[in-house]
């Protein structure tokens, strides 16, 4: 009788070292599962902090070629300005001179176009 006691008390004692073995694990692989999901939102974070800086220090480029190519722009029509105002006066100064010449060559008496 003694050795089936002893033999069910360590069945007994087997099967507490076996549940106690599976909650082990249980408990290590929803650790390792709280774990693994913890690094993945963090990643998830540092993924979004990241993108966030690219896309602030892509549109602050942006914006400063924006200024930088209007400002390049503003310069050129200042001076395609400055170039028709230097042709335009040139021409004017023709002009002038052209009929300062014929109004200087011509009759001092204005003459009637009257038919008569």
Known sequence: MELIKRIKQTEEQSQQIVEQAKAEAARQA????????????????????????????????????????????????????????????????KVMSYLGVHFAEAPQNPVSCSRG
């Open 30 to 93: 929803e650790e390792a599962r709280q774990r693994r999901r913890q690094l993945l939102e963090e990643a998830q974070l540092q993924r979004k902090k990241a993108t966030a800086e690219t896309v602030a220090q892509a549109e602050a480029q942006a914006k400063q070629e924006a200024e930088n190519l209007k400002a390049k722009a503003q310069g050129q029509r200042q001076e395609l300005h400055n170039k028709a105002d230097s042709k335009m006066a040139k021409a004017v100064a």
